[in-house]
């Protein structure tokens, strides 16, 4: 059964939306049954171009990403979430929708690079950067055994994660 993952910002721009790319790159490329999705609070409705450019220089395909609401998942006809992920700061402080199931809630907080200085380079650098370390956490979950951990541990492995 496939482990689904839910990446929330508040505008599904950027950091949910590395995440997202990071975590189905890295589950394909491994052969793990996982699967993630981002959404946000109050999606801007599009991607940052920087975020895209980042993912497609790691060898993402970007041409179904789209920016969404985290509506999107709730109700009786979408994927069930096992996992739950906020990005920034912003959307771990705000009361999320009951996600069906229960999933298991963890933040792993990303600066924006968005805000990164030194113009178009800085920024360019900022994504890479970014993209890199969401990459190294996106690993370290597919090397759980995702299969057989309950909720409990599942929650105590991601806050380790976190703090790495």
């Known amino acids: 059964m496939s482990t689904n993952v839910l990446i929330l910002c508040t505008h599904n721009s950027a950091r949910s939306v590395l ?53 999107e998942f709730v109700g009786d006809d979408v994927p069930k979430m096992r996992v739950v992920i906020t990005v920034c700061d912003s959307a771990a ?20 690079p968005s805000n990164a200085s030194g113009g178009d380079e800085g920024k360019r650098l900022a994504f890479a950067l970014t993209r890199e ?18 909720d409990e541990a599942l929650q105590q492995a991601l806050i380790g994660i976190s703090r790495s």
């Open 19 to 71: 995440s997202e790319g990071m975590l189905n790159h890295w589950a394909h490329k491994l052969g793990k049954d996982v699967r993630a999705y981002s959404a946000g609070s109050a999606p801007s409705g599009k991607l940052n171009p920087f975020a895209l450019e980042a993912l497609t220089h790691a060898g993402v395909d970007v041409s179904t990403y789209r920016s969404k609401s985290w509506d």
């Open 133 to 150: 370390a969401i990459g190294y956490r996106m690993l370290q979950l597919l090397q759980l055994p995702l299969d057989t951990l309950g």
């Open 93 to 112: 402080a705000e009361s999320c929708p009951y996600w069906p199931g229960s999933p298991v809630k963890v933040h792993w907080g990303y600066a924006d």
